[in-house]
């Protein structure tokens, strides 16, 4: 069952905030984030682990929310350089395999 | 740059035409993936190999045939495909294949653009 991210896309200027969240109708074990650029190949961001502590990357954070079976990535005071599309991936019950959400779609502009 | 490259970046065929996708890793990794990313679709896995033996074929038709000589290397080769698997198709590795809650981290290469005429 793949998860599901929301919102789609987003625009923001410079310096402004965004979260992205990503539901799973399963319990999880972890939740993988990603980040693609046009042309590009899917950056690892950040694992959060069942159990585990909120992560940070740059100024970008996620936190996970095992009971609610979500996780949301945090996006502060957003720069040029965080356009791209974000990618939650779950692991559920199934070693080896991560299921992905559609993406959210980040704009930053000037 | 991820240590994970694939070839050729793009690749039109004919529905009738037979092709490879290629991928490498430089990373020592023992696992590795092939997915497919459509538009506006989440990231759908095909195949997945643990130190050359595959352990996952995600119900994908068998126009698609992976092969993996050795931990560094992944095929895909193509025939007879379709318009609607026109898409990025992108290899992944991982250090190993990991356990339920220990999942490892997924290192992606750029991905081969495909278009079927």
């Known amino acids: 069952q793949q998860p599901v991210q929301s919102p789609q896309a987003v625009i923001l200027r410079e310096g402004e905030d965004a979260v992205i969240n990503c539901s799973s109708s399963?319990?999880?074990?972890?939740v993988h984030w990603y980040r693609q650029k046009h042309g590009e190949a899917p950056v690892f961001l950040m694992i959060?682990?069942?159990?585990?502590e909120q992560k940070g990357h740059e100024k970008i954070s996620a936190s996970f929310n095992e009971k609610k079976q979500q996780s949301s990535l945090y996006l502060t005071a957003s720069q040029l350089s965080y356009s791209g599309t974000y990618f939650c991936?779950?692991?559920?019950?199934?070693?080896?395999?991560?299921?992905f959400g559609a993406g959210t779609q980040v704009v930053v502009t000037p | 740059e991820t240590g994970v490259t694939q070839t050729p970046r793009h690749l039109v065929m004919g529905m009738t035409n037979k092709k490879s996708l290629k991928c490498e890793q430089h990373?020592?990794?023992?696992?590795m993936y092939w997915y497919k990313q459509s538009a506006k679709k989440p990231l759908e896995l095909m195949f997945v190999?643990?130190?050359?033996?595959?352990?996952e074929n995600n119900s994908v038709p068998s126009r698609f045939s992976p092969e993996c000589p050795n931990s560094s290397h992944l095929f895909l080769h193509l025939h007879t495909l379709q318009p609607e698997d026109s898409a990025l198709y992108l290899c992944?590795?991982?250090?190993?294949?990991?356990?339920?809650?220990?999942?490892?981290?997924?290192?992606f290469g750029p991905g081969t653009r495909l278009l079927v005429l």
């Open positions: 959060l682990l069942k159990g585990g």
């Open positions: 991936g779950t692991e559920g019950d199934s070693w080896g395999k991560l299921q």
């Open positions: 990373l020592g990794h023992n696992a």
């Open positions: 992944a590795s991982s250090q190993d294949l990991g356990l339920a809650g220990f999942q490892e981290t997924q290192y």
């Open positions: 399963k319990a999880l074990y972890s």
């Open positions: 190999y643990s130190l050359e033996e595959r352990v």
